[in-house]
């Protein structure tokens, strides 16, 4: 609220921290006239990645399986290695089944994020006489295609070259930050007659 954010890009799990916020700042603007913007939920059209190694639970950074998850540093060995890993079954071919195919469905779902939308249905009709493994060398190419110009762009910026431009960044963003959490202040003091 101190930022005045109208729009915060939250994950499903975090809607309901962003709803309360918006509830106290409607309750805030009810007394004191509106002075508080009331923050709109802003979600991705990627919901939910599940883990590649459990695919009930949600992929996350903090899961002590490193081949849970995918992450924007790894390689194209490591992706490799990781869906490789990736729990399936062992039915033949490929269909979009979250309840009776969970892991082959992730899978699925992972691809469509990065496929312009294109439905798990139809990612999985294209695929459907493939086998497993030759499914998920398609996954594979498309993590590695999809996430190599991000990973060379952190490894640039993350490069001895650029230390001071990060430091930089970060203290101008700081500062901008706190010039904007004092003026709201500065107006909910005024307002409240502190």
């Known amino acids: 609220m101190k930022a005045r954010a109208t729009h915060v890009p939250v994950g499903e799990d975090q809607k309901q921290h962003l709803e309360f916020a918006r509830e106290i700042a409607s309750g805030f603007n009810h007394i004191y006239g509106n002075v508080l913007p009331l923050p709109k939920t802003v979600l991705s059209p990627a919901r939910r990645v599940m883990s590649l190694r459990q695919p009930s639970l949600k992929m996350a950074k903090s899961h002590a399986d490193q081949r849970s998850k995918i ?38 779902e992972i691809m469509s994020h990065f496929d312009n939308g294109r439905s798990c249905m139809d990612i999985a009709r294209e695929y459907e ?66």
């Open 129 to 194: 006489s493939l086998s497993l493994r030759d499914f998920k060398d398609k996954v594979i190419d498309c993590l590695i295609n999809n996430l190599s110009s991000i990973r060379n762009e952190y490894e640039r910026l993350q490069g001895a070259a650029n230390r001071h431009y990060l430091h930089e960044v970060a203290i101008k963003g700081s500062e901008s930050a706190r010039a904007n959490a004092d003026a709201t202040m500065t107006i909910i003091r005024d307002v409240v007659g502190l």
């Open 71 to 108: 992450l924007i540093t790894d390689s194209p060995y490591e992706i490799k290695t990781k869906v490789m890993a990736a729990m399936t079954d062992s039915v033949p071919g490929i269909s979009y089944d979250p309840k009776m195919r969970p892991g082959l469905s992730n899978l699925i």
